[in-house]
């Protein structure tokens, strides 16, 4: 069974930059689309950035040019490279996996429906 634990969250400052990990272990990710999603209090969790199997990416508006998304399929590790953070993306983080056979990512996506497998998140705090 797959298993997904989120590493690298912390505070730090606006402007600075964090780089979150998400370890696989149990299975193989690497043919799966996977994704980052984010949950501030009181706020509805979003889908953050995507990359299907083939390495194709995506993100929400808001983080475009800022973040970016990678996997090490030999380690089986999804990582979020966060530059030039802001303080409204302080939030809960969390990693995502579709499924073996789902390789690419549907456009909808950054609902989270997709996703049958979860880490148990991690914080990011930024101050302004």
């Known amino acids: 069974q797959l298993q997904l634990v989120e590493s690298g969250g912390t505070s730090v400052q606006a402007g600075g930059s964090l780089r979150l990990s998400c370890a696989a272990s149990?299975?193989?990710?690497?043919?799966?689309?996977m994704g980052w999603f984010r949950q501030a209090p009181g706020k509805e969790r979003e889908g953050v950035a995507s990359m299907d199997a083939t390495g194709t990416t995506t993100y929400v508006d808001s983080v475009k040019g800022r973040f970016t998304v990678s996997r090490d399929n030999g380690k089986s590790i999804l990582y979020l490279q966060m530059d030039s953070l802001k303080s409204e993306d302080t939030a809960m983080y969390f990693c995502?996996?579709?499924?073996?056979?789902?390789?690419?990512?549907?456009?909808?996506?950054?609902?989270?429906?997709?996703?049958?497998?979860w880490g148990q998140g991690i914080q990011v705090n930024v101050s302004s």
């Open positions: 995502a996996a579709a499924g073996i056979g789902k390789i690419y990512c549907d456009g909808t996506w950054a609902t989270g429906s997709d996703f049958g497998d």
């Open positions: 149990g299975d193989s990710i690497n043919s799966d689309c």
